[in-house]
């Protein structure tokens, strides 16, 4: 069966001609358990209803049976309870997980085809004060995005899809649903996002003769394993990549293990795709076939037949460069980010911080680390936390809270708990601060910094904490591990060096004591004076005086 849009519900027109396990969605399935949710819907009230379902079937057939009555789906994020009460006012039922005993006696005729100026879909995004925005897309909008992904990435008589990615998402509906509905072929998403079972449904592909094109997101390519036995090559059509930044290591990765181009799409819920690229051929970002582009103060702006109004130039946040080709990424302007293929407000996400008890000011911050996570720097309002277990309390007082509104895996990974907010001379915290407060993620010869004050010309404070993967840990001791007292010693004049700008040489040591340890996971202060020959350093925490001494340096050359 060829590509037929929506609107000409090419679902009834299918026919399957594979034999494959059943967590595989095809045709006759489908239209069996559309049957079963047009019977049992025939007896609820119209308009709007809330569907968030996992499983593939019930999802896509309960779907197709509230378009084919004229009711509007409305698709959650996801299922926790904070996110179905925020929009509980706005549907006027919700599918259940089964549909039920059949109650109608006679079923309305199916529909020819569906007004392609009808609402077909509500999805959620975050608007610019965090709270959940509804957009609606008509069958039009949906059609017209549906036929780029045909003419560019064809699903033929031989194709099925497998995706590790949610359908409750603009992305995964698209690519791992609609797509092979519009197209009559097999489509697969049952706990794929477990490499071992991508690797079964790959293989049950290969059986069944199938060209697979891969739905899959930087999270899930950035995890696959070199150990599992993936297909031989010629198995996977294509790999497509989308939700978030795929860093080019990732996607080199992922074509050498799986035989097959990753193909990246740019998008948004509000805009649906903008444009794609290969990396691995080309790090410029070419418009979708239909969608123009231009910059607006530094911005992206773009007309596309995917908008609601398509000859209306739309401004998304993005800073871009324009290219002869296309154009390249520059960073965002918004403090809307997405964490793992989920976007979110980091505005939202600091309220909710802040709402706890015991945090004054929150603030979440991108690290552009390989693994995409946030790292969040919390102003507490007692006593910061003074070792490791007091540490992993509070982190998981403050994880719960943010659970309750995100979900799990885009929750801040990396903490940093502080007494006042770290800020530059605008009363910023400016990237060059946020690198010094996690630099110990890759750093591992370093103590975590978490603030310095200048309590005099000469007399610098700082907080700091032993991380704890620190290597000086490593065997010093194996059931006691501290920091030994040379480390003590380096690390004060090398912070010496950074708060005062000195670039002398160690000369030797006078009156150094070690008085206590300093294990894994403590805070301490690290008092620094500067001298006419040398820095004093003196260690500090709740527990009492660590260590302390005078380094003398040759040739000092005292800072006015």
């Not at 690797?199 to 950035?222: I, Y």
């Not at 794609?276 to 607006?296: A, F, I, M």
């Not at 004591?513 to 260690?539: A, C, D, W």
Request: net charge neutral; charged share 20%; proline share 7%.
């Amino acid at each position: 069966m060829s590509f037929l849009p929506l609107s000409a519900l090419p679902w009834r027109r299918a026919k399957t001609t594979t034999t494959l396990p059943d967590h595989w969605v095809h045709s006759d399935a489908l239209a069996a358990a559309t049957d079963r949710w047009r019977n049992w819907l025939a007896d609820q009230p119209g308009g709007a209803w809330l569907l968030c379902e996992r499983d593939p079937l019930t999802f896509s057939s309960a779907l197709l049976a509230l378009w084919e009555t004229g009711r509007v789906a409305v698709l959650s994020a996801d299922d926790r309870p904070e996110t179905l009460a925020r929009i509980h006012s706005s549907i006027d039922g919700r599918i259940p997980h089964s549909p039920g005993p059949a109650i109608a006696q006679h079923l309305p005729q199916v529909p020819s085809h569906l007004d392609n100026q009808r609402r077909a879909l509500v999805l959620f995004t975050s608007g610019s004060s965090g709270e959940p925005l509804a957009l609606a897309k008509t069958f039009q909008q949906l059609d017209e995005e549906l036929r780029v992904h045909a003419q560019l990435w064809p699903l033929d008589e031989s194709a099925g899809v497998i995706s590790q990615v949610s359908h409750q998402h603009i992305y995964g509906l698209l690519t791992g649903v609609l797509h092979p509905l519009c197209s009559g072929r097999p489509f697969c998403s049952k706990d794929c996002h477990f490499p071992e079972v991508l690797a079964q449904r790959l293989a049950e592909a290969g059986a069944a003769q199938l060209q697979v094109t891969l739905v899959s997101s930087p999270p899930q390519l950035s995890r696959l394993p070199a150990h599992t036995p993936w297909p031989e090559p010629g198995r996977l059509s294509r790999i497509l990549s989308s939700g978030a930044p795929l860093a080019q290591e990732h996607a080199a990765h992922a074509e050498q293990l799986l035989k097959a181009p990753v193909i990246e799409i740019y998008g948004s819920t509000e805009t649906g795709g903008i444009a794609w690229r290969r990396q691995q051929s080309e790090l410029q970002w070419t418009p979708l076939p239909g969608v123009n582009v231009r910059v607006d103060d530094g911005c992206l702006a773009l007309t596309s037949p995917f908008l609601e109004s398509p000859h209306t130039w739309w401004r998304h946040p993005d800073r871009v460069s324009l290219t002869d080709k296309g154009f390249m990424l520059m960073g965002r302007e918004d403090r809307l980010v997405k964490v793992a293929g989920k976007r979110l407000s980091l505005d939202q996400m600091e309220s909710v911080l802040q709402s706890v008890n015991g945090i004054q000011a929150a603030r979440c911050v991108e690290l552009g680390r390989p693994d995409g996570r946030l790292g969040a720097v919390i102003k507490v309002s007692a006593k910061a936390p003074q070792d490791h277990e007091a540490r992993r309390q509070l982190i998981q007082q403050v994880r719960t809270a943010l659970a309750a509104h995100f979900e799990t895996v885009t929750l801040p990974r990396y903490w940093r708990f502080v007494e006042e907010l770290p800020s530059n001379a605008q009363g910023k915290l400016d990237r060059g601060l946020i690198q010094r407060l996690f630099n110990d993620i890759d750093d591992h010869k370093s103590p975590r910094w978490l603030a310095e004050t200048m309590i005099s010309q000469d007399v610098r404070m700082l907080t700091l904490e032993v991380p704890e993967k620190l290597i000086y840990l490593d065997g010093h001791f194996d059931r006691f591990p501290l920091v030994p007292g040379v480390v003590l010693v380096q690390w004060a004049m090398l912070l010496a060096q950074q708060a005062f700008g000195e670039r002398a040489g160690f000369h030797g040591i006078d009156q150094l004591k070690f008085q206590r340890p300093l294990r894994s996971g403590m805070r301490f202060h690290l008092e620094l004076t500067r001298r006419e020959n040398g820095i004093g350093f003196v260690y500090k925490s709740a527990e009492g005086q660590h260590a302390g001494g005078r380094i003398r340096l040759a040739a000092l050359d005292v800072q006015p």
